[in-house]
């Protein structure tokens, strides 16, 4: 079994077969390219263009996911607060930023008002500050 998750070590890090191929890509990319500037023809250019398009969906697909990532962690995070401290606090909740949402996922549910006070009164401001601050901390591995 895994350690805990804690400040430490919550970062996720993409699976080894995703920097793999990333690499592959890139060297391959970097081939092609070369190969059309020193023996210029239209089939080189061709996959010169091909592998660049192949490393700019390789890396669209993280970076999509990721943005779905956020848009869930919003939703949830705004359901979450809005259970916790009432829906008169809605318009307060839509005035925390997404980045701070995130990182006030890490949060219980003992320490989240807390936190949330401090994120509206802006004595807590970056998710650095924000994730330093929680202290029971609940993990998140269900990441892209």
């Known amino acids: 079994m895994s350690q805990p998750q804690n400040f430490s070590n919550h970062r996720a890090m993409p699976p080894a077969s995703y920097l ?6 890139l060297v391959f990319a970097g081939r092609c390219i070369w190969r059309a500037a020193t023996d210029p023809s239209f089939d080189a250019l061709l996959l010169a263009l091909v592998a660049l398009a192949l490393l700019i969906v390789w890396n669209a697909s993280r970076s999509r996911a990721m943005v779905v ?3 869930v962690i919003r939703h949830e995070m705004r359901l979450r607060l809005e259970r916790l401290l009432g829906a008169n606090r809605r318009a ?4 925390i930023g ?3 949402l995130i990182a006030l996922r890490f ?3 003992a320490e989240l008002p807390a936190l949330v006070e401090s994120v509206l009164a802006g004595k807590l401001e970056s998710p ?4 330093r601050a929680v202290r029971d901390w609940q993990g998140d591995t269900l990441r892209v």
Request: hydrophobic fraction near 40%; glycine fraction near 4%; charge should be negative.
């Open 92 to 95: 307060d909740i839509e005035r």
């Open 69 to 71: 990532q956020d848009r």
């Open 20 to 25: 793999a191929a990333g690499l592959v890509l």
């Open 128 to 131: 650095s500050e924000i994730k």
């Open 98 to 100: 997404l980045k701070q």
């Open 107 to 109: 949060a219980s549910e």
